[in-house]
C-alpha cells in the first residue's frame, strides 16, 4: 500500500507546500501583527488588498455551486461562500477606503479564474481556493498561540488581537475543514494537476504578503507575474 494512502488528498497538498507554508508563517509581516507593531497604514493596505480578493473568493464559491449537480456539495460551496463574504464585509467595514488591486492581487485574482474555466469537476476546483483558507487557519492557530506567550496585561490594547483571534476561531477552522473535505473529493484523473495548483496557489499567499510590506505607490506598479 502507498504510504500517502493513510493521509488525505488535502492532507497530501498542504505536506507539499509546507516549505511555503513555513516560509509564510514566519513573515514579517504575520510577526508584526503579532507584537502589534505593524503600522496601521501597512495593515490597512493588508487588508484593502485581501478585500479585493475575497470579493472574487466568494463568488468562485458560487460559481462552482452553480455547476454542482451533487445538493449537499452545493450546501456546502453556498455555506462557504456566505462565509467568506461576512470575512469580506467584516474587514470593508473597518477599512471602507476603495484602493486599487496590486499586482500580487491581480495576479492571484486571474490565476483564480483561469482554474474556474477549466473543464474540471468543482471538487478538483478546489484546489485552487483551499490553500487560502487551510494557510490563514493555520496561520491563526500558531499565531494565536505566540500571541497568548507574550502575556499581556488584559489592559493593554492589541490592535490586531481580534484578527489572529478571528483565524483562530472554531467558526473558521471549521469552514476550512469542509473546504478541505471537498477537495478529498477530487477525481483520481485531476490529482496530479489538482496538486500543482494547490502548491501555487500557497505561492501566490506568500508573494501576497510579500508585495504587503511594500509602499502602496510601489505596489501598484509591481510586475505581475
Given at each position: 500500500?502507498?504510504?500517502?494512502?493513510?493521509?488525505?488528498?488535502?492532507?497530501?497538498?498542504?505536506?507539499?507546500?509546507?516549505?511555503?507554508?513555513?516560509?509564510?508563517?514566519?513573515?514579517?509581516?504575520?510577526?508584526?501583527?503579532?507584537?502589534?507593531?505593524?503600522?496601521?497604514?501597512?495593515?490597512?493596505?493588508?487588508?484593502?488588498?485581501?478585500?479585493?480578493?475575497?470579493?472574487?473568493?466568494?463568488?468562485?464559491?458560487?460559481?462552482?455551486?452553480?455547476?454542482?449537480?451533487?445538493?449537499?456539495?452545493?450546501?456546502?460551496?453556498?455555506?462557504?461562500?456566505?462565509?467568506?463574504?461576512?470575512?469580506?464585509?467584516?474587514?470593508?467595514?473597518?477599512?471602507?477606503?476603495?484602493?486599487?488591486?496590486?499586482?500580487?492581487?491581480?495576479?492571484?485574482?486571474?490565476?483564480?479564474?483561469?482554474?474556474?474555466?477549466?473543464?474540471?469537476?468543482?471538487?478538483?476546483?478546489?484546489?485552487?481556493?483551499?490553500?487560502?483558507?487551510?494557510?490563514?487557519?493555520?496561520?491563526?492557530?500558531?499565531?494565536?498561540?505566540?500571541?497568548?506567550?507574550?502575556n499581556l496585561d488584559s489592559t493593554t490594547h492589541h490592535p490586531?488581537?481580534?484578527?489572529?483571534?478571528?483565524?483562530?476561531?472554531?467558526?473558521?477552522?471549521?469552514?476550512?475543514?469542509?473546504?478541505?473535505?471537498?477537495?478529498?473529493?477530487?477525481?483520481?484523473?485531476?490529482?496530479?494537476?489538482?496538486?500543482?495548483?494547490?502548491?501555487?496557489?500557497?505561492?501566490?499567499?506568500?508573494?501576497?504578503?510579500?508585495?504587503?510590506?511594500?509602499?502602496?505607490?510601489?505596489?501598484?506598479?509591481?510586475?505581475?507575474?
Open positions: 500500500m502507498d504510504s500517502q494512502s493513510v493521509y488525505r488528498f488535502s492532507e497530501i497538498c498542504f505536506i507539499k507546500a509546507k516549505t511555503i507554508v513555513d516560509d509564510c508563517l514566519q513573515h514579517t509581516l504575520l510577526a508584526d501583527i503579532v507584537t502589534g507593531k505593524l503600522s496601521s497604514q501597512l495593515f490597512q493596505q493588508f487588508s484593502s488588498q485581501d478585500v479585493l480578493f475575497l470579493d472574487k473568493f466568494s463568488r468562485a464559491y458560487c460559481e462552482l455551486a452553480l455547476r454542482c449537480e451533487n445538493f449537499e456539495t452545493f450546501h456546502k460551496l453556498l455555506l462557504l461562500a456566505k462565509n467568506t463574504a461576512e470575512e469580506r464585509q467584516q474587514l470593508a467595514t473597518l477599512f471602507p477606503n476603495r484602493t486599487l488591486p496590486t499586482g500580487a492581487t491581480n495576479t492571484y485574482i486571474r490565476f483564480l479564474q483561469t482554474n474556474l474555466r477549466k473543464s474540471w469537476s468543482p471538487y478538483a476546483c478546489m484546489a485552487a481556493l483551499v490553500p487560502c483558507m487551510k494557510l490563514y487557519a493555520y496561520i491563526g492557530e500558531q499565531k494565536w498561540k505566540e500571541f497568548l506567550e507574550l490586531y488581537q481580534w484578527w489572529i483571534k478571528f483565524y483562530s476561531s472554531e467558526h473558521f477552522q471549521q469552514a476550512t475543514r469542509i473546504a478541505e473535505e471537498l477537495l478529498d473529493n477530487c477525481e483520481t484523473e485531476y490529482l496530479d494537476e489538482a496538486q500543482q495548483t494547490y502548491i501555487q496557489a500557497m505561492y501566490f499567499e506568500k508573494q501576497f504578503f510579500d508585495n504587503s510590506l511594500l509602499p502602496l505607490h510601489e505596489n501598484l506598479h509591481t510586475k505581475e507575474d
